[in-house]
């Protein structure tokens, strides 16, 4: 019988896979919510009641309702609505993923953009700028440093959260752990468990240093 360091770097490369495959959805989903919740954000705080109507209730929904289940929603649903909307697991992931974390990080920018001084839209408006010109130029760049902190954490939370995409069949870290402990080697979860650790911790330390360089109090 194999014993627990042979059976480990036996399946070294294939978790290494995995790994790969846990940072790019991470990384891919926060892309897609970094946008659509960029979009999400200005209608929020827009002059247009339908715009502000939408941008709620889209943060409403994804918000109350589990992650999980609007996996399920895009992967297993969409397709008995429509053929045209069948995906493979991947990009579903990622589609499932980025919509949920975009509704976080709306309110997160939004928060952002609000924190930010009115009397420099003001100023702006005064000296001829356009509302978009005056977000894209003066509001955005000073709530960027504001949106570290917040925006480490939900990055983190999508990490760990990427495991749940495991229940369409996705083979990334969790799924490789379920499939190994089902031919009896329970101790795989171990491993698993130890590189979400470093993962979570790495990002953790990065944003902290991110955080201090850009502190808005400097």
Known sequence: MENFFESFMKRFPTLMDCTRVTLTLAFSAVLVGMVFGLILALARISRFKLLRSLSWFYIWVFRGTPM???????????????PALRMSEYPAAIIALGLNSAAYLAEIIRGAIQSIDKGQLEAAKALGMSYGLTMKRIII????????????????????????????????????ARQVSSGGESWFY?????????????????FQKLEK??????
């Open 190 to 206: 171990i491993p698993i468990a130890a590189i979400y650790l470093i993962l979570t911790s790495l990002f953790t330390v990065i």
């Open 141 to 176: 760049p000073q709530s960027i440093r504001r949106m570290i902190p917040p925006f480490g954490n939900e990055f983190i939370t999508l990490l760990k959260d990427t495991s749940l995409v495991s229940a369409i069949g996705l083979t990334e870290l969790m799924r490789m």
């Open 68 to 82: 999980l289940l609007q996996i399920f929603l895009i992967y297993f649903i969409l397709p008995q609505i429509s």
């Open 213 to 218: 360089k850009y502190s808005i109090y400097e």
